[in-house]
T-cell receptor, first 114, second 114 residues
Framework: DVKVTQSSRYLVKRTGEKVFLECVQD?????MFWYRQDPGLGLRLIYFSYDVKMKEKGDIPEGYSVSREKKERFSLILESASTNQTSMYLC?????????????FGSGTQLSVL | DAKTTQPNSMESNEEEPVHLPCNHSTISGTDYIHWYRQLPSQGPEYVIH???SNVNNRMASLAIAEDRKSSTLILHRATLRDAAVYYCILRETLRWRSQGNLIFGKGTKLSVKP
């Protein structure tokens, strides 16, 4: 089975800190995604990457950046965390061989910014 | 992406079939119908997807109306572990890997009573 692993289940940070959220997948998938999920707003796409060193903005990229130096790893970076970035962050991956098929999600990181 | 409409919540009894409806009257001919579910404190997981014909897998069945303006996810025998939020999503056929993502709405929260 595909495994998408997010480095932390819960994270508490202070306003202004630089925050790194890490995601690793073990199925050689080309495409990786970062979403955030907030009550009443559903899942919203922050960034995605379809290849190493490639990235594209999603619907809400402001305040975030990403890094994809290796195929299996996709990092989300909050340059200067703010309280409105308190949220559940979900990483996902998908194979190029199955463009119309499934996304595989990690279990999520609940980030609290104080 | 075309819009879907789902009931906010549904209840079911354990070991009974569950029919989760989804309306998508503006679906286009190339839109796939995807279903995902999200268990409490987990990331979404793929359930099933289809284009025109009904589909079955080990988790569920997908019944697609002849005019494709609606579909129904069928859980043949609900268990307590099926309590989750179920998302119905339309996704146009992807031709280029840099195309974006699945857009998750608010879904249907399914409760299963023992």
């Amino acid at each position: 089975d595909v495994k998408v692993t997010q480095s932390s289940r819960y994270l508490v940070k202070r306003t202004g800190e630089k925050v790194f959220l890490e995601c690793v997948q073990d199925m050689d998938h080309e495409n990786m995604f970062w979403y955030r999920q907030d009550p009443g707003l559903g899942l919203r796409l922050i960034y995605f990457s379809y290849d190493v060193k490639m990235k594209e903005k999603g619907d809400i990229p402001e305040g975030y950046s990403v890094s994809r130096e290796k195929k299996e790893r996709f990092s989300l970076i909050l340059e200067s965390a703010s309280t409105n970035q308190t949220s559940m962050y979900l990483c996902a991956s998908r194979s190029d061989r199955e463009l119309n098929e499934k996304l595989f999600f990690g279990s999520g990181t609940q980030l609290s910014v104080l | 992406d075309a819009k879907t409409t789902q009931p906010n919540s549904m209840e079911s009894n354990e070991e009974e079939p569950v029919h989760l409806p989804c309306n998508h009257s503006t679906i286009s001919g190339t839109d796939y119908i995807h279903w995902y579910r999200q268990l409490p404190s987990q990331g979404p997981e793929y359930v099933i997807h289809g284009l025109t014909s009904n589909v079955n897998n080990r988790m569920a069945s997908l019944a697609i109306a002849e005019d494709r303006k609606s579909s129904t996810l069928i859980l043949h025998r609900a268990t307590l572990r099926d309590a989750a939020v179920y998302y119905c999503i339309l996704r146009e056929t992807l031709r280029w890997r840099s195309q974006g993502n699945l857009i998750f709405g608010k879904g249907t929260k399914l409760s299963v009573k023992p």
